[in-house]
T-cell receptor, first 112, second 113 residues
């Protein structure tokens, strides 16, 4: 099946710093999704990307759909303590949106 | 309040016992999913359902059974729980259409002793 490789798996950053994380796939994706999971909660969708090369922002978050359609990036600018959580990339498995495959997640910790 | 709810939120059971995790959604979404979350593995799909009475296996279905007699409910049953099924289980739902956006419940933390 399709695999998503997400990196880094964890990171500690100072409040105010910018953060970058990325996701690569073994096969082409038509959609890239980025979710955030707060501690003790279920994941929530942050950004959805539907076109190769697309760059989309949501507040301090910016995500890009790679030109090769096999990768995606998420950037967080000027991090704040509430950015703490696990960030997942995800995409529909081959055959459509019936199944969504998730990456392993990037655990972000922000030092005040 | 509308949304997707899971119960129980926490469950401790013993090896060999049957356990059922409940999931209920009020949006009338067609698709429902069960994922398990484990350290080092992220979220892995157990089973999904495209509509009432239509279910299919995901990535890690062994040891689990699902049913969907009504659109709003999607229970997950562990017929004979094993220690390897200790995990946090998330139910999710999705509208019909090509958005891929899943709406997750708050999770059920299961410990098998």
């Amino acid at each position: 099946g399709q695999q998503l490789n997400q990196s880094p798996q964890s990171m500690f950053i100072q409040e105010g710093e910018d953060v970058s994380m990325n996701c690569t796939s073994s096969s082409i994706f038509n959609t890239w999704l980025w979710y955030k999971q707060d501690p003790g909660e279920g994941p929530v969708l942050l950004i959805a990307l539907y076109k190769a090369g697309e760059l989309t922002s949501n507040g301090r978050l910016t995500a890009q759909f790679g030109i090769t359609r096999k990768d995606s990036f998420l950037n967080i600018s000027a991090s704040i303590p509430s950015d703490v959580g696990i960030y997942f990339c995800a995409g529909p498995s081959s055959g459509g949106y019936q199944k969504v495959t998730f990456g392993i997640g990037t655990k972000l910790q922000v030092i005040p | 309040d509308a949304g997707i709810t899971q119960s129980p939120r926490y469950k401790i059971t013993e090896t060999g016992r049957q356990v059922t995790l409940m999931c209920h959604q009020t949006w009338s979404h067609s698709y429902m999913f069960w994922y398990r979350q484990d350290l080092g593995h992220g979220l892995r799909l157990i089973y999904y359902s495209a509509a009432a009475d239509i279910t299919d296996k995901g990535e890690v279905p062994d040891g689990y059974v699902v049913s969907r007699s009504k659109t709003e409910n999607f229970p997950l049953t562990l017929e004979s729980a094993t220690r390897s099924q200790t995990s946090v289980y998330f139910c999710a739902s999705r509208r019909t259409g090509n958005t891929g956006e899943l709406f997750f419940g708050e999770g059920s933390r299961l410990t098998v002793l």
